[in-house]
Every structure is written in structure tokens, then in C-alpha cells.
């Protein structure tokens, strides 16, 4: 003998089924995507909804674009730059010679006192 608490024939936090309880589903239109790779996409927007002029590609993540022939190109990645590279760029060698003469000049002058 089973229990009289069991609901049957569903599951526990099973909603209203069919369209009438739902709403009516908004008209969808279907837009296709190229990336740089050739990469098809083709997500599906509300009818009256702004459809965006890139997508990023779910299969390599580029940026994609609506004309196939033409697709955007892919980001240019910056290296990365550690901080003596970064001072490189706004010094000359002649320049950092002359700073650390400087330096180095102090530094021997302040271990010149006598004890």
C-alpha cells in the first residue's frame, strides 16, 4: 500500500505546462554571424528587438559580423610588457647612464663618512 501524501505523475517544483498558462512566445528572427575564422553563428533575436553589429564567435571567440565576406578582424593582442621595458621606451641608454652615474655617485658619497 503506498502512501496518500504521493503526487503522481510529477515532479516536485513542476510548473504549469502548455502555452496558455506560459504566454505566447515572441516572433523570433534568426541572424547569421561570421568570424574571422568562417565560424557560422546564428543566435535568434525578438522580432522588434535591436540586433547587435558584432557577436563574439562561440567556437573561438573572435568578434563576428553579419557580412560574410567581410567579417571583422580578429583583436590585436598587446604582449606583455615588464616594467624595464615599459622604462626603455621613455629612456635612451644614454639617459640611463647618466641616471645611474648620478646614482651611484650619491651612494658612494653618502658611504664615505668616516667612524
Not at 44 to 69: H, T
Request: aromatic share 6%.
Amino acid at each position: 500500500m503506498g502512501s496518500g501524501n504521493a503526487i503522481r505523475g510529477s515532479r516536485v517544483g513542476a510548473g504549469p505546462m502548455g502555452e496558455a498558462e506560459r504566454g505566447e512566445a515572441a516572433p523570433r528572427v534568426r541572424v547569421s554571424f561570421w568570424c574571422a575564422n568562417m565560424h557560422e553563428t546564428r543566435p535568434s533575436f525578438a522580432s522588434d528587438a535591436a540586433v547587435p553589429e558584432y557577436w563574439d564567435c562561440p567556437r573561438c571567440g573572435l568578434p563576428a559580423g553579419q557580412d560574410e565576406s567581410a567579417p571583422p578582424a580578429p583583436p590585436r593582442n598587446e604582449p606583455y610588457k615588464t616594467h624595464l621595458a615599459y622604462v626603455k621606451e621613455r629612456r635612451s641608454d644614454t639617459d640611463g647612464a647618466a641616471i645611474l652615474a648620478e646614482a651611484l655617485e650619491r651612494l658612494r658619497s653618502s658611504n664615505r663618512t668616516p667612524w
